[in-house]
């Protein structure tokens, strides 16, 4: 199976103050490549979905197509959308520093999204590129909503068990960050 990785970049990070967060130093690296790193080996490309200047990424970047519409929906289908020689997407989003080194293994052809914690990462998920049809009527039908879409595919909700630290701990504000400092520093 053919993969494409896709980080998601596209959020407004109002609890950061509007930093863009995939560029927020955690250690000697900046979130979205500690993202990358751990995304690489498990995908055959990798991409962002970000809008604005794609000169700020150094991965190849897939701009929101949708634009009038305001969830992260709208940056799955951009990529669905670009997968076109491709059998499935793993997205991920770009302030999730520890993901897990199994997670395409364990989320297997899709549709899948990681759990843990009694959390559902609806954004931690592998898609097959032949939803794209089905999404595009989702979203005409004026569905917006992350977890109805999951719902809606029948995605798997694959749960990741006790570890020292949560590997899908997302950082949104800059509480978070300081926690994932010391998770960097106890656990890597």
């Not at 900046?30 to 991965?59: C, W, Y």
């Not at 794209?132 to 694959?158: E, H, N, P, T, Y």
Request: contains cysteine; hydrophobic residues 45%; charged residues 20%.
């Amino acid at each position: 199976m053919k993969v494409l990785g896709a980080i998601i970049a596209g959020g407004k990070s109002t609890r950061m103050g509007g930093v863009e967060k995939a560029f927020l130093q955690l250690g000697s690296k900046t979130l979205i490549e500690h993202v990358s790193m751990r995304l690489a080996p498990q995908v055959d490309h990798i991409i962002v979905n970000a809008n604005g200047d794609a000169a700020r990424f150094k991965l190849d970047v897939v701009p929101d197509i949708l634009t009038a519409i305001q969830t992260p929906l709208v940056g799955l289908h951009a990529v669905l959308k670009y997968a076109c020689d491709f059998d499935a997407v793993l997205t991920v989003p770009s302030d999730e520093p520890f993901l897990p080194l199994d997670l395409s293994a364990r989320l297997g052809a899709g549709p899948a999204i990681a759990c843990s914690n009694g959390q559902n990462h609806y954004l931690t998920g592998i898609w097959p590129v032949s939803l794209l049809a089905k999404l595009d009527d989702f979203l005409q039908a004026g569905m917006v909503r992350m977890q109805d879409w999951v719902s809606d595919c029948s995605a798997r909700k694959i749960e990741w068990g006790p570890v020292p630290y949560d590997p899908f701990f997302n950082i949104n504000t800059p509480e978070d960050l300081v926690m994932a400092q010391t998770y960097l520093r106890q656990h890597t």
